[in-house]
């Protein structure tokens, strides 16, 4: 089983379970990683180079999911536009360059860790997904936890991830210090923004996004 795996802060929590269920997994799940960016693994997900992975939310919408997501609140520092008159895509991303189309922000988007970086030092940038819940009053769902086949694994998953509450060892979290530049006690602040729960309000914000969406299409 091959499971695209995205190497940004707001999956680091599920990477650390992953790791701990396969360990532990009584059906003895075998499963190899193909890493890259959001816009890769939408790719790699589509054309079945990969079974299962968290998807941009608007490449996931024909596609199978579980309840588990990339979900924020309200702020999330990861997701942002730096203000311009030039507009500017991140080529990274999906979701997140139709949210600024879809909110009238103009500006560079800016995603991931990269993003993170410039929100913690810099003032000027606008957070896309607190914009959204100001205009919207909802959650915004930035990926979708897709597979193709072999449910009943990726419920399990969903079932397990969400009832505990995963602690990351200091060793790791000082390697995702090292490797994103992005302090540890700075890294436990910002998972505190992302919620992995779809809940009956989180799939509202979805429904409203695809509706958005499909006005600037």
Not at 40 to 65: E, P, W
Not at 113 to 137: E, G
Request: glycine share 4%; net charge positive.
């Amino acid at each position: 089983m091959i499971f695209g795996k995205i190497q940004y802060l707001n999956l680091l929590p599920f990477h650390v379970f992953m790791k701990a269920f396969l360990k532990n997994s009584s059906s003895k799940i075998s499963m190899e990683y193909k890493r890259g960016v959001p816009s890769k693994i939408n790719k790699d997900f589509h054309s079945r180079r990969v079974d299962a992975a968290f998807i941009s939310s608007i490449s996931a919408k024909k596609s199978k999911y579980v309840g588990l997501g990339i979900i924020a609140k309200r702020d999330v520092k990861s997701v942002i536009v730096i203000p311009s008159h030039k507009n500017k895509s991140d080529a990274e991303s999906a979701s997140s360059n139709v949210l600024a189309n879809i909110l009238d922000v103009e500006g560079e988007v800016l995603i991931g860790d990269k993003a993170l970086r410039y929100a913690l030092i810099n003032d000027a940038y606008i957070d896309l997904a607190d914009r959204w819940h100001k205009r919207y009053k909802l959650p915004f769902v930035f990926a979708l936890l897709c597979y193709h086949k072999d449910k009943k694994i990726y419920k399990k998953i969903e079932k397990e991830f969400l009832k505990r509450n995963v602690k990351i060892p200091q060793y790791l979290l000082q390697k995702a210090s090292q490797e994103t530049g992005v302090s540890k006690k700075d890294i436990l602040e910002y998972l505190k923004l992302i919620s992995y729960n779809l809940d009956s309000k989180s799939k509202r914000g979805l429904t409203r996004f695809y509706k958005e969406a499909q006005k600037t299409t």
